[in-house]
């Protein structure tokens, strides 16, 4: 399915329009909603399964290691340890043995 790129004549704006097989609709601009477009030069983008999973491996490593990941994670763990009694009905007492 291509995404084609497209500067509105006018307003300015410059979007990406993915077009569908089974779609009737064309493209219209987001900003004016006019139809007076021009179709922009692309290059093109090539994806394969191994690409797609090493690109998917590469971002869960950078979202994984970033501060926020792990600052939100220590956060997490805080807060399950504070209220977990909330959440935890108290056991019943224990019967002594005789």
Same mark, same amino acid.
């Given at each position: 399915m291509p995404?084609?790129?497209y500067e509105c004549r006018a307003c300015g704006h410059q979007f990406e329009f993915l077009l569908l097989?089974? /779609?009737k609709?064309?493209?219209a601009c987001p900003e004016?909603?006019?139809?007076?477009l021009e179709k922009l030069p692309t290059g093109f983008a090539l994806s394969t399964t191994e690409l797609t999973k090493a690109r998917v491996k590469k971002a869960? /490593?950078?979202?994984q290691s970033g501060k926020n990941f792990k600052d939100k994670q220590v956060a997490e763990q805080e807060h399950i340890?504070?209220?977990v009694r909330e959440y935890m009905p108290e056991p019943?007492?224990?019967?002594?043995?005789?």
């Open positions: 995404i084609y790129e097989p089974t /779609a609709e064309t493209p004016c909603h006019g139809a007076d869960r /490593a950078q979202h340890q504070e209220h019943p007492p224990k019967k002594k043995k005789q």
